[in-house]
């Protein structure tokens, strides 16, 4: 928008903040939330209206009239100085959460520089290995007044909390989001070489105490759903597996002191959203339910914001194929509507090429826009929970609840750590994949451009083009930087991290101040490794960068 738009606009400039209109195209005036005239005991047990326990209707009584949705977009290729980039250019076009993804290695906490994966460097989000990254990507941009969300696990939490130190900061203000949902990790592909259960829960505990304890304002996607739904759970059994996750991390938190009131409010479901609307609008009106009564009925919750679940949602880039891609448009609108009809608080459209190349700008504007289309011009923001009193979508939220508790029993039956362990629970989702495929081949479920309604003459869409040279001069400045190192400092705080660790100590200060003097993702995560008994590399191609013993 121009400057002189913006004087002859004013409103139009807060728009990402508020919505415009609460009159229909037409004119017709709207309430904040319907619901039936004369309401019953069965009513406020099972919905309640919108903002009140247990919030099946939604998290807050006005929903997006009295505060739009986050309207997020993710950034992150090649190098720091690329994502960031990236960042302003969202800025520019609206986006009011910014997301940074990194890197695969940097995602499993292996450096740039490990022999085994040269290539994949920048390749699927941003390098991000030490302090110094973060002092590119993050330069003028004050993390107690802009909340950054992380789209990392592995380390993250500790290399921020090193930069916002040397900023000097102060911690309890520090802002952003991670997702330190390790278990997860583990099943949606990480597996047991990089990620074992063992260590994945102890890493997301130490985390979410760490930020219980100093940093209140930080939040946590947790649980991760995003994955494994990707993986291949169902919606069932996203809410099954998820609040397994939260119900064993909540209790070994209890060990440590922090009650379910310390953390909870600073929880976000991290969910995704699929094709079917009606399903997914009827899966984040179970889940805020089932969490409610959890918080409250077994953790005894006192706080109404540990009982009022915040859900962050990304349309499933696992349901756009690379066929006929621009079809994916009309996936991806339809996914954004199920996640704003579903009450959720912040909303990550996919972008229509994503199936081909890391999303170009164009392909990521288009994905902003499908938002501020859905909410200023098709109305989906206009009242709480819109499909609520529907005969179908009433009866779909109680058989995904049922179904769901269900499993929820089966898998605390056996153990949370021991179903996925054991493999039982990557068992599950290989069963759902498997006759997902079967459906697919059989022609039972159908996909347009895949299996059915195909087209001869499909053109391919542009290919962001990473900058490959700028990537390898990142890599070389990355070695010939670490190894003008003092490591002296550097071993003496890998020694500290791994003494904590097999101490049973909370690993996180001793990882701050290892980041802090320049040690690395892979040996900060490699010496919090040697603690719990595994080893430094779980590809057995890096050595410690001194004898640690």
């Known amino acids: 928008m121009s400057g002189a738009d913006r004087e002859k606009f004013p409103e139009v400039?807060?728009?990402?903040?508020?919505?415009?209109?609460?009159?229909?195209?037409?004119?017709?005036?709207?309430?904040?939330?319907?619901g039936p005239p004369e309401p019953d005991a069965d009513y406020a047990e099972q919905l309640g209206d919108p903002g009140q326990f247990p919030y099946a209707r939604g998290s807050y009584p006005q929903m997006y009239r009295s505060r739009m949705w986050t309207q997020r977009t993710i950034v992150g290729y090649g190098t720091p100085a690329d994502t960031r980039a990236g960042l302003e250019a969202a800025r520019a076009q609206g986006a009011t959460g910014l997301d940074v993804v990194l890197d695969t290695l940097s995602q499993e906490a292996l450096d740039p520089d490990h022999p085994m994966f040269g290539p994949e460097v920048g390749s699927e989000g941003c390098s991000i290995t030490w302090l110094p990254d973060l002092e590119v990507l993050l330069?003028?941009?004050?993390?107690?007044?802009?909340?950054?969300?992380?789209?990392?696990?592995?380390?993250?939490?500790?290399?921020?909390?090193?930069?916002?130190?040397?900023?000097?900061?102060?911690?309890?203000?520090?802002?952003?989001?991670?997702?330190?949902?390790?278990?997860?990790?583990?099943?949606s592909g990480y597996g047991e070489k990089l990620l074992p259960v063992d260590l994945a829960q102890r890493a997301t505990v130490d985390v979410l105490e760490h930020v219980a304890r100093f940093t209140p304002r930080w939040a946590t996607g947790f649980p991760q759903c995003y994955n494994l739904r990707e993986r291949g759970l169902t919606p069932v059994s996203e809410i099954a597996v998820g609040m397994?996750?939260?119900?064993?991390?909540?209790?070994?938190?209890?060990?440590?002191?922090?009650?379910?009131?310390?953390?909870?409010?600073?929880?976000?479901?991290?969910?995704?959203?699929?094709?079917?609307?009606?399903?997914?609008?009827?899966?984040?009106?179970?889940?805020?339910?089932?969490?409610?009564?959890?918080?409250?009925?077994?953790?005894?919750?006192?706080?109404?914001?540990?009982?009022?679940?915040?859900?962050?949602?990304?349309?499933?880039?696992?349901?756009?194929?690379?066929?006929?891609?621009?079809?994916?448009?009309?996936?991806?609108?339809?996914?954004?509507?199920?996640?704003i009809l579903g009450g959720v608080q912040s909303v990550e459209t996919c972008t229509y090429d994503e199936p081909v190349s890391i999303p170009t700008p164009e392909a990521r504007e288009l994905a902003i826009r499908t938002q501020q289309i859905l909410a200023h011009e098709v109305g989906a923001a206009r009242t709480a929970d819109p499909l609520g009193g529907s005969w179908y979508v009433e009866a779909l939220t109680d058989d995904l609840e049922a179904a769901a508790l269900k499993m929820l029993g089966q898998i605390e039956a056996q153990g949370l750590l021991a179903a996925v362990g054991s493999g039982h629970l990557e068992e599950l989702i290989d069963q759902h994949n498997h006759r997902t495929e079967q459906e697919m081949q059989s022609g039972e479920r159908l996909r347009v451009g895949v299996n059915a309604f195909r087209s001869e003459h499909s053109t391919p869409p542009p290919r962001f083009q990473i900058d490959h040279v700028a990537v390898a001069a990142h890599v070389a400045e990355f070695r010939a930087r670490k190894a003008a190192r003092d490591l002296e400092p550097i071993r003496d705080a890998m020694r500290d991290v791994r003494g904590a660790t097999a101490a049973g100590e909370n690993s996180i200060p001793a990882m701050v101040r290892a980041f802090g003097v320049h040690a690395t993702s892979g040996e900060v995560w490699g010496a919090f490794r040697l603690g719990l008994g595994h080893p430094y590399d779980p590809f057995g191609a890096v050595a410690p960068p001194l004898p640690l013993d």
């Not at 903040?17 to 229909?24: A, C, D, G, N, V």
């Not at 339910?289 to 962050?312: C, E, H, N, P």
Request: with cysteine; glycine share 6%; charged share 20%.
């Open 244 to 339: 397994a996750i939260v119900n064993q991390t909540l209790a070994d938190l209890a060990v440590r002191g922090i009650g379910v009131d310390q953390i909870a409010p600073s929880m976000a479901w991290v969910s995704t959203t699929d094709v079917d609307l009606f399903e997914e609008v009827a899966k984040f009106r179970a889940l805020r339910r089932v969490w409610a009564r959890t918080m409250r009925d077994r953790f005894g919750s006192q706080d109404l914001r540990s009982q009022r679940l915040r859900i962050a949602c990304h349309t499933s880039g696992r349901s756009l194929p690379c066929q006929q891609p621009l079809n994916n448009l009309a996936r991806a609108t339809v996914q954004t509507l199920a996640a």
């Open 139 to 187: 330069d003028g941009i004050d993390l107690t007044a802009t909340d950054i969300a992380w789209h990392a696990t592995v380390g993250l939490y500790p290399l921020v909390l090193a930069y916002a130190e040397k900023q000097g900061y102060d911690l309890t203000r520090l802002q952003g989001s991670h997702m330190p949902d390790h278990v997860t990790l583990t099943l």
């Open 13 to 34: 400039d807060d728009a990402h903040l508020r919505l415009s209109r609460t009159k229909t195209w037409g004119g017709l005036e709207t309430e904040a939330a319907y």
